[in-house]
């Protein structure tokens, strides 16, 4: 089982490689595509009123003047050194520029999918528990109205709803400007807030944080109560939970504790994926909630055409799709030894 599964990382490892290759590709011949120019992409690097010979330089800087595939080479040999390249708005390093917004988006995202999907799975258990009756046919109305209703649509909402309407949060930002920021220690804004005892900005980070990740908390929850509903009923219809039954437990012993360790298999490979794929829903809520992470910054980035910055967040974005990919694999072999990695 151990060599099968080394061998079985290996390869998906090699895999990831290519993929992450060829994304890199794709998205560096688009850019060439839109901008072929040189001297245009060399604007870029300015505020708009660089003469001929200061763009020349620029362009001789970063060697822009080179053919894309030598252009090309260049980014992957630097990538693997950990230079992204430089940022065109911020005219820093982009590894820095990554280190500033990607902590501020780990933690919406964690908080936003560990709550939609508990809610998920409660919700999923308790439908699947009273399958045909008026609470199961409640829960479905409710979880298919948030699955279909568009991130955009689901985060306006919200925002109006607590922010302007019961004015119980704020409506925008990560926190409050005017409270002094602890010292950096770890780049993670809460917790460095913790270290440093700083209670205030701590208190003002939960209260910015909890909007856009209730938002994203709806959002997922939906796809998580239908697969944990569907898992669930196929679990009550088994024989061992007939038994169970048979034993006198109680209707909540055998939902929650027979029949839910075994319908938690496909629940595991899709929570995965969720945490991977909510990058592409924090980009829309952050730009709704003006909270600015990673999914903010690369808005902007694609409205100014910050092309090494495209470049670095899509090549982040591809390996926790293929991390998440790897690690439901993993979890799903480990929950079942029947499962055979190959």
């Not at 900005?201 to 239908?226: E, K, N």
């Not at 090494?308 to 480990?334: E, K």
Request: cysteine-free.
């Amino acid at each position: 089982m151990a060599s099968s599964a080394i061998f079985y990382i290996i390869r998906r490892t090699i895999n990831a490689v290519v993929t992450l290759v060829l994304l890199i590709l794709m998205v560096f011949l688009l850019i060439h595509i839109v901008l072929p120019n040189p001297l245009a992409i060399a604007k870029l690097y300015t505020s708009g009123r660089a003469s001929l010979a200061q763009l020349q330089l620029i362009v001789n800087q970063y060697g822009l003047s080179l053919s894309w595939p030598q252009q090309y080479w260049n980014y992957l040999v630097g990538v693997l050194s950990g230079n992204f390249g430089t940022d065109t708005q911020y005219h820093i390093p982009e590894i820095a520029v990554i280190g500033k917004f990607i902590p501020i988006t780990l933690e919406l995202v964690v908080v936003g999918q560990i709550v939609g999907v508990l809610i998920g799975l409660y919700t999923g258990g308790i439908s699947a528990a009273n399958r045909n009756q008026p609470l199961d046919y409640g829960t479905k109305a409710v979880y298919l109205t948030t699955w279909s209703a568009p991130v955009f649509v689901v985060a306006f909402i919200v925002q109006f709803a607590f922010a302007y309407w019961l004015q119980l949060l704020p409506s925008s930002g990560v926190v409050d400007p005017t409270i002094p920021a602890p010292h950096v220690v770890t780049s993670v804004p809460a917790l460095d807030a913790i270290l440093a005892g700083n209670w205030p900005y701590f208190w003002s980070l939960t209260q910015h944080l909890l909007l856009p990740a209730l938002t994203l908390a709806i959002v997922s929850f939906g796809l998580v109560t239908r697969v944990s509903r569907a898992s669930m009923i196929d679990a009550l219809d088994k024989d061992y939970v007939k038994l169970a039954y048979m034993k006198g437990l109680s209707k909540n012993k055998v939902v929650w504790g027979t029949a839910f360790r075994n319908a938690l298999l496909p629940i595991i490979t899709l929570v995965a994926l969720i945490f991977a794929f909510s990058a592409g829903g924090a980009v829309i809520v952050e730009d709704v909630f003006f909270y600015h992470g990673a999914g903010w910054f690369t808005v902007n980035a694609i409205y100014n055409f910050d092309y090494p910055a495209i470049l670095a967040f899509t090549l982040i974005i591809g390996i926790s799709v293929i991390v998440a990919n790897l690690a439901a694999d993993l979890l799903y072999a480990v929950a079942d030894p029947r499962v055979r990695l190959t």
